[in-house]
């Protein structure tokens, strides 16, 4: 670092406490003298906060510990908020549903999911007490969820659509092209057995036809991502993203009637 | 352990198994807790408390999945039977042994269930079941061997 001459110190205090005593009498100088003193004063200022720091650590300590509990209890209480907010807007949108569809539904919270891996399936807290069949239609206003596979006096379960065991007749929605959806217990549906020249195009939505008679015609099943050939080469097969997003849904209407 | 504990546990297992676990999932799969603990039953138990605690998780695990079958009861049974008779033979004191039966369980498991699939004409895609049965024996594998450490 610069090396102060003693001279050039005392030269340049000097000058200092002139434009100091100076200021006083004289306004326009006191903007000046405050510029001179603002390194200084920001050093003071830092070491006076680090002294204050060791002084009163044990107070500080007490009020951070204090706060950093306040912070943490308004953060549960922000996200308790937040999960009632989601939940209202869920529940808007599915009685907005409920309002516009012409099907008869009822609404089912999900309280459980299959313990395996190897099917999917959820199950719901109304059964047939509260008019829920074997075999009714589970929808959501976003699109088709599964059917109904079993039902209890007071629960049901619910095969999803990506369940393997589960096939649904569908419909491109552009092109009218018919076919056979399937799960594939992962995020995807496969869509099979299509004639080689399909008019499917990536985006595509999919409906149910309505050919199986269980599923109402038009219900959206989700979009088309991915096409491709099948091993033999004689048919091709399309990849949709369902409409639902079915490892996270919380809340289903069951078509009744 | 009393009998009323070991059926509570069971219990408190299947509804962990079948609620919070999904939120623990990896690539879809999930461990399997039930059939974590038959193998434990089976490896602590005598063979009547140890079958009866089987046919009570694989009750449970058929009662909450989808398909109809008494196949995971009788499984779990199985699992025992096998287990009780392997260890008249061989010393399943280790832990890696241990963990290396819960993944033999599960594997031959899954490999029933595709046999089934395969034979109502609705098979699983196999590149879907090769990623399941191996995420899902490690995990499980792992969840297990936690579970031996502990109760070393």
């Known amino acids: ?56 650590y044990h107070h500080n300590y007490i009020a951070s510990d204090r706060l950093s509990k306040e912070n943490d209890f308004l953060k549960n209480k922000l996200n308790q908020e937040l999960e009632l ?31 395996d891996n190897w099917s999917s ?8 007490r509260a008019g829920v069949k074997r075999g009714a239609v589970v929808i959501n206003y976003l699109g088709l969820v599964g059917r109904v596979s079993e039902t209890g006096l007071e629960t049901a379960k619910v095969i999803l659509i990506n369940d393997p065991n589960l096939s649904v007749s569908c419909i491109d ?6 076919g056979l959806v399937s799960g594939t217990l992962g995020s995807y549906l496969v869509m099979k057995y299509l004639p080689k020249d399909a008019d499917l195009k990536i985006s595509d939505t999919v409906l149910t036809s309505g050919l199986t008679a269980i599923y109402p015609k038009g219900l959206i099943i989700g979009n088309i991502v991915d096409t491709g050939e099948e091993f ?21 209407l069951i078509i009744i009637q | 352990m009393k009998k009323r504990a070991q059926v509570t546990i069971i219990i ?22 039930l059939l974590i603990c038959t193998i434990a039953g ?17 009750a449970l695990k058929d009662v909450f999945s989808v398909d109809t079958s008494i196949r995971d009861m009788l499984l779990f049974a199985f699992w025992v039977y096998l287990i009780k008779e392997l260890g008249k033979r061989v010393p399943l004191e280790n832990t890696s042994v241990r963990v290396f039966l819960v ?49 070393r």
């Open chain 1, 173 to 178: 929605q552009r092109s009218r092209q018919e």
């Open chain 1, 232 to 252: 033999s080469g004689l048919s091709r097969y399309c990849l949709i993203k369902p409409a639902v997003n079915l490892s996270s849904v919380e809340e289903v």
């Open chain 2, 42 to 58: 089976a490896l602590f138990f005598e063979f009547k408390p140890a079958i009866l605690l089987a046919l009570l998780a694989g």
């Open chain 1, 1 to 56: 670092m610069f090396k102060l001459q003693k001279s050039k110190l005392t030269f340049y205090l000097c000058l200092a406490c002139i434009i100091l005593i100076l200021a006083s009498f004289i306004p326009f100088l006191r903007p000046l003298a405050l510029d001179i003193f603002r390194l200084p004063l920001n050093v003071a200022t830092l070491a006076g906060r680090e002294v204050r720091a060791i002084v009163f």
């Open chain 1, 121 to 128: 399936a959820v199950i719901i807290d109304k059964g047939s």
């Open chain 2, 12 to 33: 408190i297992l299947a509804l962990v198994q079948v609620t919070i676990l999904d939120y623990f999932k990896v690539f879809n799969v999930k461990p399997d807790l």
């Open chain 1, 85 to 115: 907010y989601l939940e209202n807007k869920r529940l808007k949108a599915l009685l907005l549903f409920k309002q516009k569809t012409s099907f008869k539904v009822l609404a089912a919270a999900v309280i459980g999911r299959s313990p």
């Open chain 2, 103 to 151: 993944i033999a369980a599960l594997i031959f498991s899954a490999l029933i269930n595709r046999g089934i699939s395969l034979y109502a004409l609705n098979p699983i895609p196999l590149g879907v079941f090769l990623r399941s049965i191996f995420l899902e024996s490690l995990y499980t594998g792992l969840v297990s061997l936690m579970f031996f450490k502990l109760i």
